[in-house]
């Protein structure tokens, strides 16, 4: 069976995790690399294929049947319409775009090619998450009331070096909060307003250091989020997973969802019931933990996007869905602005 043609543009930190897991998918092959820094010639080189400073170039070359986007969220834009109109479908990184008019640009793109766009957002390729989005909407909480949610870290003072990395498009709430945005969304299902409040008092930035967000989703849940870059917890995504390898594993629970019938601890999934099924407060609880081992998502979803290319499945977020991940983290931003609630 011939191998599928990926070409990837941009070969910078995700880049190179992409192209680690495409050594471990099966059914697709690495054929050109497009990056115009010379940093990227040692890369291609390891992969022995061919790096070409103009993704135009590139794309007429191997004319490549799937395009990896790793490049800055500022340069997603360009390539991703160039690599539609070439006719390969997409994996752009998230956020998929660096505004939402971008962002519809490329929905319209790809209808009028007829080409898929798929987001990087890999964290629903992992087991965990979709046994998580299972037990919420086939109902084992019964009825979903609350959300609670925390992504707390403390970044060194060199993240913040570069002059860009102060702006508000390099702060924690377009940068991290974007995932537990795109988790929620997936896990519970769409958000239909938004209340913040920002602050940058640790830092003096003109990005955010602290975000504190109320959330009503469309099926009537309301959820709070804390997330911070500046607090120095055990209480984040990367922690509580240990999904890479540079920030140490703490193994807790950093959200909980609560249902009428029960409730759920994310993401070492221990779910708590009553055993009567008789659910009141004077009933005890008993947690029964059902969370396994972390994959590798970033092959699940090179697997998935494969799968795409193919048509054998349509993509798990597109670029409609992937908008609206980032019109709910946009919203942030608005609503702390605005002082008052956003309606999405
Ligand atoms: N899914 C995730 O968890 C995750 C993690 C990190 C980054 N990202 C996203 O991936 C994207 C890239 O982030 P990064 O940290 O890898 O950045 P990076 O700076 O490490 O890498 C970007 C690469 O793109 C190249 N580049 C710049 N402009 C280009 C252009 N016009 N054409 C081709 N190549 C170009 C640069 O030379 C560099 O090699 C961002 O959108 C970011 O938000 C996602």
Known sequence: MSHLKLALIGAGVIGKRHLRAMQSTEGVALVAIADPFPSARETADAHGVPLFSSTAEMLTEVNPDGVIIATPTEHHCEPTLLALESGAHLLVEKPMMATLE??????????????????GHHRRYYHLVNQARD????????????????????????????????????GPILTNLIHEMDLLRYIVGDIHSISAETSNTVLGFEKEDTAALIMRFANGALGTFML???????????????????????????IQFMGTEGSLEFPNLKLWKSD???????NPLTPETLGGELEDAYINQLTHFAAVIKGDEPPRIDAQDATDTLSATLAVYDAAKSGSRVQL
């Open 102 to 119: 971008e962002c519809q640009r490329t929905i319209e793109k790809s209808a009028a090619t007829g080409k898929h766009v798929l987001v």
């Open 135 to 170: 037990i919420i909407q086939q109902g084992h909480l019964g009825r979903l009331v609350s959300v609670n949610g925390l992504w707390n870290v403390r970044k060194p003072a060199d993240y913040y070096a570069a002059d860009w990395r102060r702006k508000w498009q390099a």
């Open 228 to 254: 911070s870059d500046q607090s120095h917890s055990p209480w984040s995504w990367e922690q509580a997973t240990g999904e890479n390898e540079a920030f140490p594993r703490s193994g807790r629970n950093v």
């Open 276 to 282: 009567t099924g008789d659910s009141c407060w004077t």
